[in-house]
């Protein structure tokens, strides 16, 4: 009797290996490791490994890659295939075949060359089995739960210190705090109480100012803070009142503020340069434009050279970009960039192909691969969908794709749900919305709002399980 054993042309070392006649394992023959293929790879990566007198029996072979247990798909006596377990970083490969009591051990001369890959995994937070954790500031982590910092069950906005890369700062939609995710310490605390709905940050040029958006129903209601670092954020003076703001950015260069309202998407001019000084009252600001209709929900995010923003418009499921006139230092008129007027949906395409549902808060990140190629525009913007809990890329050309989450298909149908690992095979969120990059260390700090936690996409870590 013979057996097939086919791995696909890039796992078979010769393409005689590729069927055998299984033999049984002898515990009186040692165990004897080869070879493998391939040589290098991350967590996931299909290989098999070459030897002698593994035996006919997955259920009786255990393999140790780096430490770590992979999961064994099939042997065939001189050869078997498995799957690289992740965290597998020193990458010594040993095979195991027996009873436990019994086992005889084969090791391999040679270390696989682990790659370590970008993840998904948990950085704050938890939910219990009742789901009434409450807000609390305290520890990223600790045996005693009663000490972890919860809550973050509300649409999140994130934005980094631009002078203390430890230093996270965050708000929720109907709550009242601002908080601060501090990483020097693996800390979060709520530093203020003072606010109704503030919905984004962002600095002034010179990092001396934190602007805050709130989102109230007045006509004259505050709309923008200003909050100073010298007095560790404590004050607050307001800079424009109008009713239902959803967001304000500050100009990268120039340093002017822009601001909207929920009213009728009208989007604001503030001279914040003038303001401080000559000063300005809380009225001397000007309306650019309209976005649409009344109650368009949406976040201005400005790119990084100042050239363009983007308008991500949150409840009616698009993205829109207005260009920058330096001469007239203001954004010129909108036009689409991807996504359709209320067509939510998923599907990564390009432009108006494109489908949203619910696009919440964006960072621009640069490109290694654009600027080599000597591109214009060197940034990807990365942006959280809240209903089709992931993370994607929108591209300079206007291409939109998936670049974390809606993984484990195995699991269920859905498309939401809480598992850290591979950014797509497995990675899944539940309804993200705040986004923040750490440039320093390569890493994106994501606001999972239904699950209650900070995840974070990054390498994977090597002085801990990603699942802690």
């Not at 054993?5 to 796992?11: A, C, L």
């Amino acid at each position: 009797m013979f057996i097939a054993f086919s791995f696909g042309m890039g796992g078979c070392k010769e393409e005689n290996k590729s069927v055998v006649e299984p033999v049984a394992f002898n515990p009186s023959k040692p165990v004897v490791v080869s070879d493998f293929s391939p040589k290098s790879g991350g967590m996931g990566q299909r290989l098999v490994i070459y030897g002698q007198n593994f035996g006919n029996d997955a259920k009786n072979v255990k393999v140790l890659i780096g430490g770590k247990q992979a999961k064994v798909i099939n042997v065939l006596g001189e050869s078997l295939y498995c799957l690289v377990p992740r965290q597998a970083f020193n990458g010594d490969i040993e095979v195991r075949v027996g009873d436990s009591d019994k086992q005889v051990i084969g090791k391999s001369e040679k270390p696989f060359d682990y790659q370590r890959k970008m993840v998904v995994s948990t950085v704050i937070g938890y939910r219990n089995a009742r789901g009434d954790e409450p807000w609390r500031d305290g520890k990223f982590k600790d045996v005693d739960q009663s000490k972890m910092a919860s809550g973050f069950w509300e649409p999140s906005f994130m934005k980094f210190d631009p002078l203390n890369p430890k230093h996270l700062w965050m708000t929720f939609d109907n709550n009242n705090g601002l908080y601060l995710i501090n990483f020097e310490d693996s800390t979060v605390t709520k530093k203020r109480s003072d606010f109704d709905r503030p919905r984004s940050i962002d600095f002034t040029i010179d990092s001396k100012h934190m602007i805050i958006a709130e989102d109230r129903g007045g006509e004259n209601d505050r709309a923008t803070y200003r909050l100073s670092r010298d007095r560790q954020w404590q004050d607050r003076e307001v800079l424009t009142t109008y009713r239902q703001c959803n967001g304000a950015s500050v100009h990268p260069i120039n340093g002017e503020m822009y601001f909207n309202s929920y009213e009728k998407g009208q989007f604001f001019r503030f001279d914040l340069n003038k303001y401080f000084n000559e000063g300005l009252g809380v009225k001397d600001y000007q309306q650019l434009f309209v976005v649409h209709d009344p109650n368009w929900e949406y976040k201005i995010l400005i790119h990084p050279t100042g050239n363009y923003a983007y308008i991500v418009v949150i409840n009616q499921h698009y993205i829109l970009r207005v260009d920058y006139n330096w001469e007239k230092k203001q954004f010129n008129q909108p036009y689409l960039v991807c996504g359709q007027l209320k067509s939510a949906g998923y599907e990564d395409a390009v432009g108006s192909s494109a489908r949203l549902n619910n696009p919440y808060q964006g960072v621009f990140v640069k490109n290694p691969a654009y600027e080599a190629d000597g591109k214009t525009d060197v940034y990807d913007f990365y942006f959280t969908e809240q209903e089709n809990h992931a993370v994607r890329i929108l591209k300079p050309d206007g291409s939109v794709t998936t670049f974390a989450g809606r993984g484990s298909s195995s699991i269920n149908a859905n498309p939401h749900g809480y598992v850290d690992g591979d950014l797509r095979q497995e990675a899944r969120f539940d309804r993200p919305s705040g986004i923040a990059y750490n440039e320093t260390e390569g890493a994106f700090y994501i606001g999972d709002q239904s699950n209650r936690r900070i995840r974070k996409i990054a390498l994977e870590e090597m002085d801990q399980s990603i699942n802690e």
